[in-house]
């Protein structure tokens, strides 16, 4: 599994990228690791034979349109292997405004298929691509909802701390 991590690593890193980043953060309990020009999150709670991680890389300068931040994905995916898509894309909106478009399927290496999630995601002039890799439909599945709440909240504002009980006193500043 690390073969095939530090493969897309490869491909990602050769990928152009801006200072900017795509506001998609780790949950907590997950790692997350800027190489050169992509971030690599993954969870601190994968078993061991189990590979499961999100690649974010932004685009240089002023990014395209959905779909051709799709096909910049499909082609990142090209690199390293064959992907077959298993639905037809789908489009929709962050809470804090990013669009995005992403499609699942299959990447087939030469010694394994991998369950993939390519994504195009993009704010005014700002965009990029989101690669998902798992070695299994079950573990893809496992972190739905997470990497779900991620998108789902990707530059949204941070959610206010809930007020103090009624007579205490709050001090911390």
């Known amino acids: 599994m690390r073969l095939v991590l530090a493969s897309c690593a490869v491909v990602f890193l050769s990928c152009p990228a801006r200072a900017a980043d795509i506001p998609l953060a780790a949950p907590k309990g997950w790692k997350s690791e800027k190489q050169a020009k992509a971030t690599i999150l993954t969870p601190g709670d994968v078993a061991d034979g189990k590979f499961y991680a999100v690649m974010v890389t932004p685009t240089e300068g002023k990014a395209g349109g959905l779909d051709e931040l799709l096909d910049d994905a499909r082609k990142m995916a090209a690199e390293i292997g ?16 990013w669009d995005y478009k992403f499609v699942l399927g299959t990447l087939e290496t030469k010694d394994r298929a991998l369950v993939a999630q390519l994504m195009s995601v993009k704010k005014g002039d700002d965009g990029g691509v989101v690669v998902v890799l798992s070695e299994s439909t079950e573990t893809m599945g496992h972190y739905a909802d997470a990497f779900a709440t991620m998108v789902r909240a990707m530059g949204a504002p941070a959610p206010a701390p809930a007020p103090a009980e009624a007579g205490v006193v709050d001090l911390q500043y």
């Open 82 to 97: 064959t992907f077959k898509a298993a639905m037809e894309p789908r489009q929709s909106k962050s809470d804090g405004g």
